[in-house]
């Protein structure tokens, strides 16, 4: 493998990513808000804009949020691996290049199609078993601030993405685990030019100057972050990575980084963690089965499948795209900037959907799913009910449902923030595909870094995770919140991996997914609503205006939708506002060239991404 890895690509790639971003037009960093309420913040900062050619391919692909993280994913493809095979090169190397996002202190759902069958890898972060679910509530009883609960070792859940990685190799893999880290272990030594993104998002970093040796690691002497084009090199992340190709995850679970993890959690002064050796120890990944539903698109019979609780975009899309179906505006198509109409219609969707979404959906190990299924929530006479609560005018209130007629026994979890995440999807040419969203949760995480060895720069990020958790356990009546902390559980996630299925042959169509807290699930829906209602390529499908709500004011993307389609909407009584909604999208599709199939690729023009293969 390591002869399969040349010096010279580092190079290239440097200049990819030094030399071909431009500034964001002025528009995409403006706000304009109609009505009271301020638009949630979103998961990272705006940063650059950069056009996508969209790309084709004929045998094998690899999408993800980073040049050198893509580049590395093609070099195992090339060199025989699998579609596996080359998501651990690309993670490896997006925790050394892409910090802020995803990485081996973090989690991750892996969604995976042999061929055969669909497989739901879990590798969720999970509560420490002295956690309770008054975790974050301060001595007053009531909930802590963000921020305050974000930084520090309170909001650090057990890591489950290298393990998880690990139990997929074993059964998918084909190259040797040790080799799938030399090119991170590579980067991690001879350095990475600091891309604009990543130098943009620590310009607006205050708090992960806190920590020593992030502050050591990501910032010069007065205090600013190294410059554009800074060779940063990461030599004890590359002995991490060594590690873990020596020992496989039993490097991260015992021994001395599990002991430097736990140090970190719990020694954190004003806001320790309770994270133990025992809890990396006992951490053990899920292999679930895949939430699928069918649903049709121009006149073809489609399979969607995606994540499963403690994932709810699966859930969520499925019900926004069945909604959205049954209202005349289904049948509408775009190839641009969506209408008024067309957006109510999708928007009171929405709010149904994350009306249920935040009664319902919680760790399957911890709260049973409402009529004893899952696929409840997606049963067609479900809809047809929730369907006729949209109207031309604005629902006042959006309730949850009833599926199957039973009452839920949870209260609806308020909201609150979520962030993070970085997306990946592969195929290779065996006839596996994947799609892989992984996080740390919010922007550097818990602003925690893990190192061994004082003397040596670097290390990696350790999540937040556990803030996906309700904060309050229960409302003002005593009743519990689904989603509260618990011992063992694992946080709701918004991560939204979704496979494409023809579904009378069973062939693979796409692998989908994006970052971006809640919104993930609005930014994978507008793709596939692009591509398979709509006709467009996936990088056009990618490239349309951001939309959708969290259940407040109606988010447009800034500077991409007509001041008519603003008060169209505020006729029908939505609260609007335009701001920036960097999503961070990645998109590989079965298509056609010249009568041969090929793979056609997108990535997200408001992120870094690329995609490489041949």
């Not at 980073?66 to 095979?85: F, I, K, M, Y």
């Not at 690309?90 to 202190?105: D, N, W, Y």
């Not at 140090?263 to 006992?282: C, E, F, K, Y």
């Not at 939204?496 to 299925?501: G, M, Q």
Request: aromatic share 6%; with cysteine; hydrophobic share 40%.
């Amino acid at each position: 493998m390591k002869d399969r890895t040349p010096l010279p690509f580092r190079h290239v790639l440097i200049l990819l990513i030094c030399g071909s971003m431009v500034a964001c037009a002025g528009s995409a960093n403006r706000n304009r808000l109609t009505g009271t309420a301020a638009p949630p913040a979103q998961p990272e900062s705006a940063s650059t804009i950069t056009a996508k050619p969209g790309w084709t391919l004929h045998r094998h692909a690899v999408a993800s949020a980073n040049p050198l993280a893509t580049e590395a994913g093609a070099q195992v493809l090339r060199a025989g691996g699998s579609a596996v095979d080359a998501a651990i090169a690309v993670q490896m190397v997006l925790t050394l290049v892409e910090p802020q996002s995803s990485g081996i202190g973090g989690g991750a759902f892996l969604l995976h199609h042999d061929g055969r069958r669909v497989q739901a890898f879990d590798g969720r972060e999970a509560a420490p078993m002295a956690a309770d679910e008054r975790l974050f509530l301060g001595d007053d009883g009531q909930p802590l601030s963000f921020m305050a609960a974000v930084v520090g070792g309170r909001s650090v859940g057990v890591p489950g993405t290298v393990i998880m990685l690990a139990l997929a190799h074993r059964q998918h893999g084909r190259l040797p685990w040790a080799g799938l880290f030399e090119p991170a272990i590579q980067l991690a030594e001879q350095g990475f030019a600091v891309s604009p993104r990543l130098h943009t998002l620590l310009l607006a970093e205050n708090a992960l100057k806190q920590d020593p040796v992030a502050a050591a690691y990501f910032f010069r002497s007065d205090g600013l972050p190294h410059p554009v084009g800074h060779v940063l090199r990461n030599p004890e992340l590359a002995q991490v990575f060594r590690d873990i190709a020596a020992r496989g995850p039993l490097a991260l679970h015992d021994g001395p980084v599990a002991r430097a993890i736990v140090a970190r959690v719990r020694q954190r002064a004003g806001n320790p963690g309770r994270m133990s050796l025992d809890d990396l120890a006992r951490y053990r990944p899920r292999e679930r089965e895949a939430l699928c539903h069918e649903h049709t698109a121009e006149r073809r019979a489609l399979r969607i499948c995606g994540f499963p609780p403690p994932g709810s975009g699966a859930i969520a899309i499925g019900q926004m795209l069945g909604l959205l179906a049954r209202t005349p505006q289904g049948e509408q198509s775009f190839a641009g900037a969506p209408g008024a109409d067309w957006l109510h219609a999708y928007v009171e969707a929405s709010r149904l959907a994350f009306a249920d979404r935040a009664l319902f959906v919680a760790d399957p190990d911890f709260v049973s799913p409402p009529a004893g299924r899952w696929e409840s929530l997606l049963d067609a006479r479900y809809l047809d009910d929730r369907a006729r609560l949209i109207s031309p005018a604005r629902m006042p209130q959006a309730p949850a449902g009833q599926p199957g007629g039973v009452q839920a026994s949870w209260a609806p979890m308020p909201d609150q923030p979520e962030y993070g995440t970085s997306h990946i999807s592969i195929v290779d040419g065996f006839g596996n595909a994947l799609a892989m969203t992984s996080t740390i949760e919010a922007g550097f995480g818990s602003r925690l870094m893990v190192s061994t060895d004082p003397g040596r720069p670097g290390g990696f990020l350790l999540n937040n995770q556990l803030t996906d958790f309700s904060f309050a356990p229960t409302d003002a009546q005593g009743q519990p919140v689904a989603n509260r902390v618990q011992p063992g559980k694992r946080p709701r996630s918004s991560m939204s991996p979704t496979l494409v299925f023809d579904a009378s042959t069973g062939q693979l169509l796409m692998s989908a997914g994006s970052p971006g807290g809640a919104f993930i699930i609005h930014f994978t829906a507008k793709t596939l609503l692009g591509t398979l209602h709509w006709g467009l390529t996936p990088q056009a499908a990618i490239d349309l205006p951001n939309f959708g709500t969290l259940g407040g004011p109606v988010l447009l993307e800034a500077g991409r939708f007509p001041a008519a389609t603003v008060q169209a909407l505020q006729q029908r009584g939505h609260t609007v506002s335009e701001t920036p909604l960097p999503s961070g999208l990645q998109v590989i599709q079965r298509g056609m060239k010249d009568g041969q199939p090929v793979w056609l690729g997108g990535a997200d023009p408001r992120r870094e991404g690329t995609v490489a293969g041949d």
